[in-house]
């Protein structure tokens, strides 16, 4: 499994360009973004390279530890899957593409769609010493245009950018990253109900395409949840010290709420349960609720069922397991 904080080039990409940078500055940049975004403004209040830099140290932590959640849950379930290329639809500055080179080191090119030019040269400034982004080429345009552009790839990830477009424009905008896609698609979206909600819009459409779900879910069915309940998890991460001044957080850490769903163009051959929610442990039993091939169940391991209630200690929010551990 791939680590949730940042790799050590972007770590030092980043510091770099915190010399002389005002915090309190970067801070008030930070909230301004992040309210811009909530309203449906997506990247509009980016427009200099001191904006995409606090939206950086603001978001970039947190967004690439939900991509690579997600894609640590893809590879466990396909071992064998080895992309050679990628392409990272709204890739800002280049958050997706820093997790993939991370999860895959089979991965050779790495393409990146965006239409905001400080975030594009941000993420080439990031990349431009990494050893693992060589192979980076930045395009610049809308999602739709560009990915009409775009050479299809083995691997194509669009996180947090769905939200960003219009509901008339993101059904015509999953139909291309799909016809983009070579091997594997994988959306990733805020762990709100909204967010949710464009996860299992996209979800049934593809599958309507031929698509097939590798994760999170166990099977290519209706999603069995029922409002108010939702499909989300959550992925802890270390904060930087800049994460923490421009955030003005105290605690060393926080926690991502993201959704998210990977598809492939065949089936997986393993279709193992997913917990839904940290599971409840006692001294009597253990306690989870479990996504599974026919349907949501509420798995227990009694204590004395030591193998099975040892196991099921050892289950987390968002694990793929087989039910009848």
């Known amino acids: 499994m791939t680590a949730p904080d940042l790799p050590a080039e972007l770590k030092a990409a980043l510091d770099a360009r915190l010399q002389g940078l005002s915090r309190s500055d970067a801070a008030e940049r930070a909230a301004l973004i992040s309210r811009t975004y909530r309203g449906g403004g997506g990247s509009g209040a980016i427009r200099s390279e001191a904006d995409a830099l606090a939206y950086a140290l603001a978001r970039m932590p947190a967004t690439y530890a939900a991509v690579i959640a997600s894609l640590n849950a893809l590879a466990e379930i396909t071992p064998d899957f080895a992309p050679q290329n990628l392409l990272d639809v709204g890739a800002g500055p280049g958050t997706a593409s820093w997790a993939a080179a991370e999860a895959f080191s089979s991965l050779q090119s790495f393409t990146l769609l965006d239409a905001n030019d400080a975030l594009r040269a941000l993420a080439l400034d990031l990349g431009s010493g990494s050893t693992r982004l060589r192979g980076m080429t930045y395009q610049r345009g809308e999602a739709r245009a560009a990915l009409a552009d775009a050479e299809p790839a083995d691997l194509v990830v669009a996180s947090y950018m769905i939200g960003e477009t219009s ?51 166990p099977h290519d069915g209706r999603c069995p949840l029922t409002a108010p309940d939702w499909c989300h998890f959550t992925q802890r991460l270390p904060r930087l010290r800049a994460h923490k001044q421009i955030k003005g957080a105290e605690l060393p850490f926080e926690d991502e709420k993201f959704s998210y769903v990977a598809l492939t163009r065949a089936p997986a051959t393993r279709h193992p349960a997913r917990v839904l929610a940290q599971p409840a442990v006692s001294k009597v039993e253990v306690s989870a609720k479990l996504c599974t091939p026919d349907g949501v169940i509420i798995a227990t391991a009694p204590r004395r069922a030591k193998a099975d209630y040892a196991r099921a200690r050892r289950w987390r929010w968002g694990d793929a397991v087989m039910e009848e551990g």
């Open 167 to 217: 509901e008339a424009e993101q059904r015509a905008l999953t139909e291309l990253m799909w016809a983009k896609t070579r091997d594997t698609l994988l959306i990733v979206e805020p762990g709100t109900p909204a967010g949710y909600a464009r996860i299992i819009a996209a979800r049934a459409q593809l599958i309507e395409s031929g698509a097939h779900v590798v994760a999170p879910c």
